[in-house]
C-alpha cells in the first residue's frame, strides 16, 4: 500500500462555543491559575480555548505566568533554576511554555490561546520573547493548536511577519477595526466595555474580524455580548458562562434586531427614543407632568437610564417625570422585548414598561390594542402585573387578561421583565419564569389586534385611577426607576 503524507493529515474536531478560559478553567476547583492543572479542566469542561500567559527569564527559558512575579520571584530577572524553588498549590512547578504546549497536544478539541506578555525591560526583549514563542511553537508542531493574543501591537504584528496565516487579536482596545485589518491581525480582544460603543461590534464583523471580549465574569455581561453575537467571550468563570449561554435568548433562536444599553451620559439617544409630553392625567387621572428632555427627569448615567418623578409644580401639575417611547424610531411586529430594571418604591408611584401600536389600525384605544410587560403600583409592594387590553378584555369593563407575580428585592435589584410576541399567543416572563401566557383565540381584532406594529414605552407616573388608589407617599420623591437596557429580538 502506497502511504501519502494525506495519511497523517491532522483530524481536530475544535469545540464549536464562545468560552474561552481565562489562565485555564481555574476558580471553580481552585487550581492554580496558568497551571497544566486548569488547562485540563478547560479540556474537560468542552471550552473552546484556554489562555495563557508567557514570560522569558534572564537566561531565556519560557515560562508560563499571568503576573511578573512568580510568588515574590521576578520572572524577567531570575533565572528558571530559581522558579524551580518555589511550587504552586497543587505541588505543580511553574510551567514552561514547551510543557504547557505537549500538554494542551494530547487533545484536539480547545484552542491554546497564547499571551505574549510586554516585557518590563525593553521592547528588543519583548521582541525575542514572540520570536522564541513561535519557534517553539514551530519546533513542537504546535501551530495548528495556537492562537496569539497581545497587548502589544508590534509583537502582534511581528507573528504575521513569521505566521502569514496564524490567527492573531489584540488586546489593548485602542485600534479601530479598520487598523487591525489593515495590519492583518486576525480579530479584536478587547475588554467588553469597549464594544458598547456604537455598533462597534458589527463594524468588526462586517470586516471580517473575530470579536474576543475580556474578561466577563458576570451575567448581565455575559448575555449582553451572547445577544449582540460575538464570537468569544474570555472569563475566569467558563461554567457560568456554559449555562448563560444555554439558557439566554440567542440559544433560543431569537437574534437581536435593536438595543439601548444605555452606555452613554446625558440624555437618553435621540436616535433611539421620543417623548410623550403633557399633562392631562393620561386616561388615567394621572398626576404627574411629562417633560421633554429633560435631565431632572430622565438621564443616563453609569449604564442606567434614569427615569425620575419629581414633586415640582409644572403648569397646573404638582409632580413632574418622563415618558420615553420608541415610536418611528423602532416599530416591530412580533418578537421578544426584554428590559431589566430596578422599581422605585412609594405609595402612589406607578412604572410602566408597556407596548402601543403605532398606525392604530384597528382605530383608538383599546381597540387596536395594548400590551402591559410590567407594571408595578406601590401600594402593592413586591408585585408586578402583566396584563394585555382589546376591545373585548380591557379594565374599563373589567375584563382585561391580568396576572400578578410576586418577586423578591423589586427596589434593590434588577430583574429582567419579558414578552414574547407571536402570531398565536403573547407570554410574559419575569427573570425567565413565565407566569402568563394570552392566546389568539382566530375570532378577530376585537380579541387579537397583535398583528400590527408596536413600539415600546417606559414611564413613571403618579397617582391615577390605579397607581393613586390608596393615597400617595410624599416622601417618596425624588423617585427613580433605574433601565439597565432595552433589548428587542426578532426570530
Known amino acids: 500500500m502506497m502511504v501519502t503524507s494525506a495519511s497523517f493529515a491532522q483530524k481536530f474536531n475544535w469545540n464549536k462555543n464562545q468560552v474561552i478560559a481565562h489562565r485555564g478553567a481555574w476558580k471553580k476547583n481552585n487550581f492554580p491559575q496558568n497551571s497544566i492543572a486548569s488547562l485540563n479542566e478547560a479540556v474537560r469542561i468542552g471550552c473552546y480555548g484556554s489562555e495563557f500567559d ?147 461590534i458589527e463594524n468588526a464583523q462586517k470586516l471580517g474580524l473575530t470579536v474576543n471580549a475580556w474578561t466577563v465574569n458576570t451575567v448581565p455581561e455575559m448575555q449582553w455580548l451572547l445577544a449582540h453575537k460575538v464570537e468569544y467571550i474570555t472569563t475566569n468563570e467558563p461554567e457560568l458562562l456554559f449555562e448563560e449561554i444555554k439558557k439566554g435568548p440567542v440559544a433560543s433562536g431569537w437574534k437581536l434586531k435593536w438595543a439601548d444599553e444605555f452606555n452613554d451620559n446625558g440624555l437618553p439617544l435621540t436616535k433611539n427614543w421620543n417623548y410623550d409630553v403633557g399633562g392631562d392625567g393620561w386616561g388615567n387621572n394621572e398626576l404627574q407632568y411629562y417633560t421633554s428632555a429633560d435631565t431632572t427627569n430622565t438621564n443616563v448615567k453609569k449604564g442606567n437610564l434614569n427615569i425620575i418623578a419629581n414633586k415640582t409644580d409644572k403648569e397646573k401639575n404638582h409632580y413632574t417625570s418622563a415618558r420615553l417611547v420608541s415610536k418611528n424610531k423602532f416599530d416591530f411586529k412580533y418578537g421578544r422585548v426584554e428590559v431589566r430594571a430596578i422599581l422605585p418604591k412609594g405609595k402612589g408611584l406607578w412604572p410602566a414598561i408597556w407596548m402601543l401600536p403605532t398606525d392604530w389600525k384597528y382605530g383608538g384605544w383599546p381597540k387596536s390594542g395594548e400590551i402591559d410587560i410590567m407594571e408595578h403600583v406601590g401600594f402593592d409592594p413586591d408585585t408586578v402585573y402583566g396584563s394585555v387590553h382589546t376591545e373585548k378584555f380591557n379594565h374599563v369593563i373589567h375584563t382585561q387578561v391580568t396576572k400578578g407575580i410576586k418577586i423578591e428585592n423589586l427596589y434593590t435589584a434588577y430583574h429582567v421583565y419579558a414578552v414574547e410576541w407571536f402570531k398565536d399567543k403573547i407570554d410574559f416572563y419575569v427573570d425567565d419564569q413565565k407566569y402568563l401566557t394570552f392566546k389568539n383565540s382566530g375570532k378577530g381584532a376585537g380579541e387579537w389586534p397583535f398583528d400590527q406594529n408596536f413600539h415600546v414605552i417606559l414611564n413613571l407616573a403618579v397617582g391615577g385611577n390605579w397607581g393613586g388608589k390608596k393615597g400617595i407617599d410624599e416622601s417618596a420623591y425624588p423617585a427613580t426607576m433605574k433601565v439597565d437596557y432595552v433589548r428587542v429580538f426578532q426570530r
Not at 534572564?58 to 515574590?72: I, K, M, R, Y
Not at 504546549?101 to 490561546?113: C, D, P, R, S
Not at 521592547?123 to 511553537?137: S, W, Y
Not at 502589544?152 to 489584540?170: G, N
Open 54 to 200: 508567557v514570560w522569558m527569564t534572564a537566561d531565556h527559558v519560557l515560562v508560563v505566568n499571568h503576573d511578573p512575579e512568580f510568588q515574590g520571584l521576578t520572572i524577567e530577572k531570575v533565572n528558571y533554576a530559581d522558579l524551580l524553588t518555589k511550587t504552586m498549590s497543587n505541588g505543580e512547578k511553574i510551567p514552561t511554555l514547551e510543557s504547557y504546549l505537549l500538554a494542551g497536544k494530547k487533545q484536539k478539541t480547545t484552542k491554546l490561546i497564547l499571551e505574549i506578555k510586554p516585557s518590563k525591560i525593553s521592547k528588543e526583549r519583548g521582541i525575542e520573547l514572540t520570536n522564541k514563542c513561535i519557534e517553539m511553537v514551530q519546533k513542537l508542531k504546535a501551530i495548528d493548536w495556537v492562537e496569539y493574543i497581545s497587548f502589544d501591537y508590534d509583537y502582534c504584528k511581528r507573528i504575521l511577519e513569521v505566521l502569514p496565516k496564524a490567527k492573531v487579536a489584540y488586546l489593548n482596545g485602542d485600534k479601530t477595526a479598520e487598523q487591525l485589518k489593515e495590519d492583518k491581525l486576525t480579530g479584536a480582544d478587547y475588554y467588553f466595555s469597549v464594544y458598547q460603543k456604537d455598533s462597534w
